[in-house]
């Protein structure tokens, strides 16, 4: 742990080394081991020392005067989203070969770049960044969620143990929630909703489950409920598949 004053940047040898011991990582399975870094992580010195550790690396570069002077150098722009993806060789030496990509959206009416290293293969630009965005983002994807998808933040218990057990259920919730998520919603339209939405507009949907013999028979949705016709079948898909 280090004080919330002390910069990402400083903290990742230390995070790394404790890392190595903790998983008791060999040389061969720093070669399977891919650390994938925000922005605060992403100096080219920590960069270069981490693929020298043998680690493959799929980060964000710290530098935004380097990814503006990189944006310079696209020969061409792909649409990715809201924003656009253009890639550059590499402007630094980072020990070992590294794709470097560039990414540039407009915010307040100006053109705003970042840049991205990897030492992976993606066969494009796209899977590039949907791969970094799929990183872990706890303070996003569970506290910011939970606070205000089941209303964390808004419920306190006078004793300890009452807290320490609303805390418990709701992280029970939350892993059900993004079970129901991935398993239940992944491909439809609710795919991007997350747990406010998910339970404000989607589970509050009145309905049975009707059991026969124990069994799971069939899902009854008030069909005048928007959502009824989609939800069903995601329903259906999560409950009756094994």
């Not at 935004?64 to 061409?76: F, I, Q, Y």
């Not at 933040?153 to 259920?169: D, T, V």
Request: net charge positive; with cysteine.
């Amino acid at each position: 742990m280090f004080p919330g004053n002390y910069h990402t940047v400083h903290a990742l040898q230390p995070a790394i080394l404790a890392t190595e011991i903790a998983l008791d990582l060999a040389p061969d399975q720093r070669q399977r081991t891919i650390w994938r870094l925000d922005g605060g992580s992403g100096s080219e010195q920590e960069l270069r020392w981490i693929v020298e550790r043998g680690y493959h690396i799929l980060a964000k570069g710290i530098n935004h005067n380097r990814a503006a002077a990189l944006g310079k150098r696209v020969k061409r722009w792909d649409r990715f989203g809201d924003a656009w993806l253009g890639e550059v060789p590499p402007p630094t030496d980072y020990a070992r070969p590294v794709r470097v990509l560039v990414k540039r959206q407009i915010k307040d009416g100006a053109y705003h770049h970042s840049y991205y290293v990897t030492t992976l293969s993606f066969t494009s630009k796209n899977l590039f960044q949907i791969a970094y965005d799929a990183r872990g983002g706890a303070e996003v994807e569970q506290f910011r969620n939970d606070k205000s998808g089941l209303g964390l933040e808004a419920r306190r218990k006078r004793s300890y143990l009452g807290q320490k057990a609303y805390i418990l259920l709701n992280d029970l919730a939350h892993n059900l929630l993004s079970d129901f998520r991935h398993h239940g919603l992944k491909g439809s339209r609710f795919a991007t909703y997350g747990p406010q939405r998910i339970l404000r507009d989607l589970l509050q949907t009145p309905g049975k489950l009707v059991y026969e013999n124990g069994k799971l028979r069939r899902i009854e949705l008030l069909s005048l409920k928007q959502n009824s016709r989609d939800l069903l079948m995601c329903l259906e898909r999560y409950c009756l598949d094994p």
